[in-house]
């Protein structure tokens, strides 16, 4: 069995991680903070003064330490229970300013990947339910169930506290078991099917619908405008989530889950689209919206996967394995075509 190995490290940017180290010193002490500040190599102040990015990995440690500190096995519900828009930075902010429930959400996936590069998150909206779906980054830990359990609170519990609305959840599998399963029944108005292939929740669409208490057209122009400029660079142009509430299966997302995957074989239409809460009809339609196919765009990514690990210096085995290749002299043809300037057939 091959391991898990990322062709590219994953990063976020560290207002996450210092959101939870201020969220450790409100609810421990100075031994608490000093346990996951020691867990993830960064002090709040150092994170503070950081402009630039960090490995996910680091954010995921630091996840682990607080739960671990705090004895808080539910720290992704607790955390989110907490949780302001100044958290996301301009982000939340632009969010809030949303007119809906669902606007806000569409913002939220629009500017996810610049947030982080590893996560997936998706929404699929349909006339009377919108699902939800969280891949987490890199091979198993407990950052994932604690992550994810953040993940659903979002789109459960705060919907509910920031706009007041109801939120009815009619369906849910997670890929972990919740450390008190009735706690966390309770906590989210259902009880999940848990060891499942993947995390998907589902609510009522009218949730969604829902107006934002503050609605600030004016404002949310002008944050956009302003965070453009930085989330460009991890921002796919065809992108359209965001506008009416609804969040397709975007070329960035689809990327995401086809990389993740490729190490281990190029996954078929059908499970990326498992991977993106899509049916494999709805994502060919996408795909096709934003003028590609399937084949053309994991053409393209096992060419800049590539190019990436020529960059690293990585050998050509091992840059075969990570585009998805079975052998040496396939890799080889694809890159012949590649300089070629062919497209796959």
């Known amino acids: 069995m091959v391991r898990w190995k990322a062709a590219e490290p994953a990063t976020c940017w560290p207002q996450g991680l210092l959101g939870v180290l201020e969220y450790v010193a ?3 002490g100075a031994a608490e903070v000093a346990q996951v ?12 003064a950081r402009t630039d990015r960090i490995p996910i990995e680091t954010y995921y440690a630091g996840v682990e330490a607080a739960a671990q500190a705090l004895r808080a096995p539910h720290f992704g519900l607790d955390y989110i229970d907490a949780v302001e828009p100044a958290e996301l930075e301009t982000v939340g902010f632009l969010a809030a300013a949303s007119e809906t429930v669902g606007e806000a959400f569409g913002k939220i996936m629009r500017f996810h990947r610049f947030m982080t590069t590893g996560d997936v998150f998706t929404m699929d ?16 830990r407990p950052a994932h169930a604690l992550v994810t359990e953040m993940y659903v609170a979002d789109t459960v519990t705060l919907i509910e506290r920031m706009a007041g609305a109801p939120v009815t959840v009619r369906g849910m599998r997670l890929r972990h078991r919740p450390a008190d399963p009735a706690q966390f029944a309770a906590r989210v108005g259902f009880a999940p099917e848990t060891w499942a292939d993947r995390n998907e929740w589902t609510i009522d669409a009218d949730a969604l619908d829902a107006p934002m208490p503050r609605p600030d057209r004016a404002l949310s122009e002008f944050l956009e405008g302003l965070l453009l400029p930085r989330a460009r660079p991890y921002l796919d142009p065809a992108s359209t989530a965001g506008t009416g509430g609804h969040s397709p299966g975007t070329l960035d997302q689809v990327r995401a889950v086809i990389e993740r995957e490729l190490h281990d074989g190029p996954p078929t239409v059908a499970q990326t689209a498992r991977g993106l809460g899509l049916s494999p009809r709805t994502l060919q339609r996408r795909l096709a919206d934003a003028s590609t196919t399937y084949g053309e765009l994991l053409d393209m990514i096992r060419r800049d996967v590539a190019a990436r690990c020529a960059r690293a210096g990585r ?16 890799f080889h043809r694809a890159r012949r075509r590649w300089r070629a300037g062919g497209t796959a057939g």
């Open 26 to 28: 409100a609810r421990g």
């Open 37 to 48: 500040e020691r867990a993830v190599g960064f002090t709040r102040a150092t994170l503070a």
């Open 125 to 140: 909206r349909g006339p009377t339910t919108a699902t939800f779906t969280l891949t987490a980054w890199g091979p198993p």
């Open 315 to 330: 050998s050509l085995e091992e840059t075969a394995m990570l585009c998805g290749y079975a052998d040496l002299s396939s």
